[in-house]
């Protein structure tokens, strides 16, 4: 048997239903790859000690003829924001180190009733604050194309995981991009659903309005697969939506014939090109769009003049939401309590709050108790939600002429450690082109697009389609997938990064 880490989750799984292989098996050789390259890439912050059991459970339902899901047995890096009753769950944060939940995010509940095995919890920025998983307080995730370079943020760990053949699939949030802009960075595949589309049910919050859970995969077929697993109503969330979706798996199946793209209205926003983009970023994507035009779409410029706003309405909503969901570190409810002989409840508050957090977190909160204070509030906050609004409009306006809009995934390919962090402005420069859909609620996926001219690094394109529409990213992903890696001749990752023993 191959080595059973390059299957993608869909092979595998087809591979575990078979007989052919066991989860088991399956699992080891997962927990063997992380043993040998997790120590260069720093993808985990906890390795489970219940994932061979729970695969020789799968293994056995299988053998007494049990019905199993899909993806039964395969297994899955779960990214540190959502709980888990068998692992820890800290949020990158040092005032969650070691904390235990007393249950299990929806989404994680949802894929153990699949029988997918969690194989360990995926690093992140503390609180999913940050673009490059530095802002974590248990260190630095590493980009496996490249180790020194970041696997982009907030979740590195989940996408690196992906990305070096220790999971086949992972679980990932966005509230900015942290889905995206980790799989632009790192060529894997990551989409923000449309928001109310995943459960948030044990996803530790950081802006309410904006986080999104989603999938991780190297394929848009095994993200389409997981996304089945996790999506639809969970009375558990006040802003699940309600109804039933497509498969998203079937939408993929669908896509890859490229069909769909004959007669595709393909929006290429205006705003989006040129200054703060990178050479390589913008050949590589011209790059697909005309491989996207020769296919059959349509391309079409379309005005987003509010889009620049964009960054600067986020960070002023982000702050203010996470300032308050925040608030419940308080030494008394969860995680860390620094004692102060003699000292008041506030002086115990405060104590710990200086210890437990990290310089990105409390930037925040200062910065949103500042834009929510009585004075400030209507300048602030109420401009943010206004602009809010035009950008959602802009979203309407668009996508009354096209059916998905595309932008390079992000601005740049994957910067050095510490090349922003002592640039907080620089950092948030990052997710110019991932922002606006978590301000819209709309779905975006990020697929590979090639390697940048420039540096050889990964570069993703995003599409981006109104609420409820992700079928249309799966097809459409799917489509561009199989025109690229044709052209490629095989998945962009095995132009071997440096990790995965190549010479890039
Ligand atoms: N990089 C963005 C931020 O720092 C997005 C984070 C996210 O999506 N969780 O807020």
């Given at each position: 048997m191959a080595d059973l880490t390059r299957l993608t989750a869909a092979e595998l799984a087809a591979e575990l239903a078979s007989g052919a292989v066991s989860s088991v098996e399956a699992t080891q050789a997962h927990l063997d790859r992380i043993a040998q390259v997790d120590g260069d890439v720093?993808?985990?912050?906890h390795v489970s000690e219940h994932a061979i059991d729970q695969a020789k459970r799968i293994d056995d339902a299988r053998q007494a003829g049990e019905e199993l899901a899909e993806l039964a047995g395969v297994p899955l890096a779960v990214k540190d924001v959502l709980v888990t009753t068998d692992m820890p769950s800290t949020s990158g944060s040092k005032i969650l180190e070691g904390y235990m939940s007393p249950y299990d995010a929806t989404v994680v509940a949802k894929s153990r009733a699949a029988g997918l095995i969690p194989l360990g919890k995926t690093n992140m920025d503390e609180f999913a604050m940050g673009s490059s998983t530095e802002h974590s307080a248990y260190g630095p995730t590493r980009n496996p194309w490249d180790l020194d370079r970041i696997p982009g943020g907030s979740g590195g760990g989940s996408a690196a995981a992906v990305a070096a053949f220790e999971a086949p699939l992972a679980l990932g949030s966005d509230t900015g991009g942290s889905i995206r802009q980790p799989a632009h960075v790192t060529g894997t595949v990551g989409i923000k659903p449309t928001y109310g589309g995943v459960s948030r049910y044990g996803a530790i919050a950081l802006a309410s309005s904006l986080d999104q859970i989603g999938p991780v995969s190297r394929t848009v077929l095994d993200a389409g697969l997981l996304h089945d697993v996790i999506g639809g109503h969970d009375p558990h969330d006040a802003t699940s939506l309600e109804g039933d979706w497509p498969s998203f798996a079937a939408a993929a199946r669908e896509g890859a014939s490229g069909e769909v793209l004959k007669g595709l209205k393909v929006g290429v926003v205006r705003e989006l090109q040129g200054e703060g983009f990178q050479p390589g970023v913008s050949e590589s994507f011209g790059a697909s769009i005309a491989a996207l035009e020769k296919a059959g779409a349509e391309i079409v410029e379309i005005s987003a003049p509010h889009f620049e706003y964009a960054i600067a309405a986020y960070y002023l909503i982000l702050p203010a939401e996470a300032s308050s969901n925040l608030a419940k570190f308080d030494s008394v409810r969860f995680g860390l309590r620094v004692d102060v002989p003699g000292g008041t409840v506030e002086d115990v508050m405060s104590a710990t709050r200086d210890a437990g957090f990290g310089p990105e977190v409390k930037r925040r909160i200062i910065l949103g108790t500042y834009a929510l204070s009585a004075g400030y509030y209507d300048a602030y906050y109420g401009s943010a939600q206004k602009v809010r609004t035009l950008i959602q409009q802009d979203f309407a306006n668009a996508f009354a002429d096209v059916d998905v809009i595309a932008t390079p995934s992000a601005p740049t390919t994957a910067f050095r450690l510490g090349e922003k962090l002592d640039d907080p402005l620089a950092m948030y420069a990052n997710d110019l082109a991932t922002i606006p859909a978590n301000l819209a609620g709309v779905p975006g996926i990020s697929v590979p697009s090639g390697l940048a001219s420039d540096d050889g690094l990964p570069v993703g394109i995003q599409f981006l389609a109104p609420a409820r529409e992700d079928a249309r990213l799966y097809r459409v992903g799917a489509a561009l997938e199989t025109i690229l890696t044709d052209e490629w001749g095989g998945p962009l990752l095995d132009r071997a990064p440096e990790l995965n023993g190549g010479t890039r």
């Amino acid at each position: 048997m191959a080595d059973l880490t390059r299957l993608t989750a869909a092979e595998l799984a087809a591979e575990l239903a078979s007989g052919a292989v066991s989860s088991v098996e399956a699992t080891q050789a997962h927990l063997d790859r992380i043993a040998q390259v997790d120590g260069d890439v720093g993808a985990f912050l906890h390795v489970s000690e219940h994932a061979i059991d729970q695969a020789k459970r799968i293994d056995d339902a299988r053998q007494a003829g049990e019905e199993l899901a899909e993806l039964a047995g395969v297994p899955l890096a779960v990214k540190d924001v959502l709980v888990t009753t068998d692992m820890p769950s800290t949020s990158g944060s040092k005032i969650l180190e070691g904390y235990m939940s007393p249950y299990d995010a929806t989404v994680v509940a949802k894929s153990r009733a699949a029988g997918l095995i969690p194989l360990g919890k995926t690093n992140m920025d503390e609180f999913a604050m940050g673009s490059s998983t530095e802002h974590s307080a248990y260190g630095p995730t590493r980009n496996p194309w490249d180790l020194d370079r970041i696997p982009g943020g907030s979740g590195g760990g989940s996408a690196a995981a992906v990305a070096a053949f220790e999971a086949p699939l992972a679980l990932g949030s966005d509230t900015g991009g942290s889905i995206r802009q980790p799989a632009h960075v790192t060529g894997t595949v990551g989409i923000k659903p449309t928001y109310g589309g995943v459960s948030r049910y044990g996803a530790i919050a950081l802006a309410s309005s904006l986080d999104q859970i989603g999938p991780v995969s190297r394929t848009v077929l095994d993200a389409g697969l997981l996304h089945d697993v996790i999506g639809g109503h969970d009375p558990h969330d006040a802003t699940s939506l309600e109804g039933d979706w497509p498969s998203f798996a079937a939408a993929a199946r669908e896509g890859a014939s490229g069909e769909v793209l004959k007669g595709l209205k393909v929006g290429v926003v205006r705003e989006l090109q040129g200054e703060g983009f990178q050479p390589g970023v913008s050949e590589s994507f011209g790059a697909s769009i005309a491989a996207l035009e020769k296919a059959g779409a349509e391309i079409v410029e379309i005005s987003a003049p509010h889009f620049e706003y964009a960054i600067a309405a986020y960070y002023l909503i982000l702050p203010a939401e996470a300032s308050s969901n925040l608030a419940k570190f308080d030494s008394v409810r969860f995680g860390l309590r620094v004692d102060v002989p003699g000292g008041t409840v506030e002086d115990v508050m405060s104590a710990t709050r200086d210890a437990g957090f990290g310089p990105e977190v409390k930037r925040r909160i200062i910065l949103g108790t500042y834009a929510l204070s009585a004075g400030y509030y209507d300048a602030y906050y109420g401009s943010a939600q206004k602009v809010r609004t035009l950008i959602q409009q802009d979203f309407a306006n668009a996508f009354a002429d096209v059916d998905v809009i595309a932008t390079p995934s992000a601005p740049t390919t994957a910067f050095r450690l510490g090349e922003k962090l002592d640039d907080p402005l620089a950092m948030y420069a990052n997710d110019l082109a991932t922002i606006p859909a978590n301000l819209a609620g709309v779905p975006g996926i990020s697929v590979p697009s090639g390697l940048a001219s420039d540096d050889g690094l990964p570069v993703g394109i995003q599409f981006l389609a109104p609420a409820r529409e992700d079928a249309r990213l799966y097809r459409v992903g799917a489509a561009l997938e199989t025109i690229l890696t044709d052209e490629w001749g095989g998945p962009l990752l095995d132009r071997a990064p440096e990790l995965n023993g190549g010479t890039r």
